[in-house]
């Protein structure tokens, strides 16, 4: 690390404290932070307690490295108020969290004379000190321009993080890769404890670890090749069977269970696992299930 920012925060909620918290352990100064919620006050107390709580405005005055992390839907009218209201400055360092975003959403602070850049945590957090060490080793999305891209990496190292550069024009398709793997994982892990609840087990979650645990590394180290279960049998009879005891214990879970069944079923009759005629019979059992619940409550089950 060549340079020790003076560190802002504005949205102090669990990316930006924890991600200000780690810069003031690598020898960067938080001198202040934004945060209006009982929550985020918490979380400046306790991982930024050197750090002011200010308003937004005040805290982009105070520091020559602005960290704005606020919700991807705010972050425009974010940096334009802060632009309009000349709190940011020729120089300065803004930096974002969102992982959808690029440098557009910063033209106004680039207008300035700002220096501007994308860095986004591949991480979900907690907003306790639990994530700190999960930083070690995170990667992180970036986009910065030539002049800016030895900061960014340098940022990354003082966070522990390893970088992944993305161009401007796929933050958006990066994030939601993101997006479909980690938050619709947690979907389907819930609805799967869901179901082992109905059926009787007293510990969900500590029957699913170990083969959830098992199935992801698998996955992440072999792609489709690690697949298995009925659908790559082409069990036909099983799919029909969990299909109808779901609809009648779990019916909350049927739409997403056959929406994963379906993408399986694809994925395994293009690698040519699965014969087709066996894929047939099986995609018609995943229609009629539709067809059935649709049936019951009267509403398309899509």
């Known amino acids: 690390m060549t340079h020790h920012f003076t560190v802002g925060v504005v949205g102090a909620g669990r ?36 750090a002011v709580n200010e308003k937004p405005t005040a805290v982009a005055r105070a520091c020559d490295l602005l960290l704005l ?55 979900t957090f907690t907003g306790t000190a639990v994530d700190l060490d999960r930083l070690v080793g995170c990667v992180f999305g970036l986009t910065a321009g030539p002049a800016d891209k030895a900061v960014a990496e340098s940022l990354v190292a003082d966070l522990g993080g390893r970088p992944m550069w993305v161009p401007e024009e796929m933050r958006t398709l990066y994030h939601a890769g993101l997006a479909h793997g980690a938050n619709h994982l947690v ?57 109808a005891d779901i609809a009648a214990n779990a019916p909350q879970t049927l739409a997403s269970y056959v929406a994963m069944a379906r993408a399986t079923l694809d994925r ?11 894929a047939a019979s099986i995609r018609l059992a995943l229609d009629e299930a539709v067809a059935t619940a649709a049936g019951r409550s009267g509403v398309p089950l899509t």
């Open 15 to 50: 990316v930006g404290a924890v991600l200000a918290s780690a810069l003031g352990a690598a020898g960067h100064h938080v001198v202040a932070a934004a945060g209006e919620s009982d929550a985020s006050r918490a979380r400046i107390a306790a991982l930024l307690p050197g």
């Open 69 to 123: 992390t606020v919700p991807d839907d705010m972050l425009p009218n974010v940096v334009q108020m802060l632009a309009a209201s000349g709190a940011i400055s020729a120089g300065q360092t803004v930096v974002h969290t969102s992982g959808r975003h690029g440098l557009a959403v910063l033209e106004p602070a680039a207008d300035l004379g700002a220096h501007v850049i994308a860095m986004h945590p591949a991480m």
């Open 187 to 243: 979907t389907l892990v819930t609805e799967a404890m869901e179901v082992l609840a109905a059926a009787g087990a007293d510990d969900p979650a500590g029957t699913l670890r170990p083969l959830l645990t098992a199935a992801l590394d698998n996955a992440l180290a072999q792609g489709d090749a690690a697949l298995t279960g009925p659908i790559v049998r082409g069990d036909v009879n099983t799919v029909r069977a969990h299909l």
């Open 268 to 278: 395994v009759v293009t690698d040519g696992r699965l014969l087709p005629i066996r």
